[in-house]
Nanobody, 122 residues
């Protein structure tokens, strides 16, 4: 099982940038596709980005495509989300998780981390 700790959130103005990090532990991390999810107040959790184990394949939701970039450093067991051109509607709690490759949905065995809050003001 993969354990996850997210960091890097904060408060920024619209148009700004943030880089989120996810520290993963567990012996299966390097074999897992990984993804970033977010949950805004009063809304369900949505998957916004995913990356294959070797980083060669990525997925982005339409809402973040062209603005966010997912990457990973397997030597450090970390997954990153570079967020540029942030909008107020990006305000949410952000989480990372292991996902099913290709489907980009969260693994049924996932235990969510505490998440990291991103707040974008207009």
């Amino acid at each position: 099982q993969v354990q996850l700790v997210e960091s890097g959130g904060g408060s920024v103005q619209a148009g700004g940038s943030l880089r989120l990090s996810c520290a993963a532990s567990g012996d299966t991390y390097s074999r897992n596709c990984m993804g970033w999810f977010r949950q805004a107040p009063g809304k369900g959790r949505e998957g916004i980005a995913g990356i294959s184990p070797d980083g060669s394949s990525t997925y982005y939701a339409d809402s973040v495509k062209g603005r966010f970039t997912i990457s990973r450093d397997n030597a450090k067991n970390k997954v990153y989300l570079q967020m540029n051109s942030l909008k107020p509607e990006d305000t949410a709690m952000y989480y990372c998780a292991a996902v099913y490759c290709g489907r980009w949905t969260v693994l049924s065995s996932t235990v969510w981390g505490q998440g990291t809050q991103v707040t974008v003001s207009s």
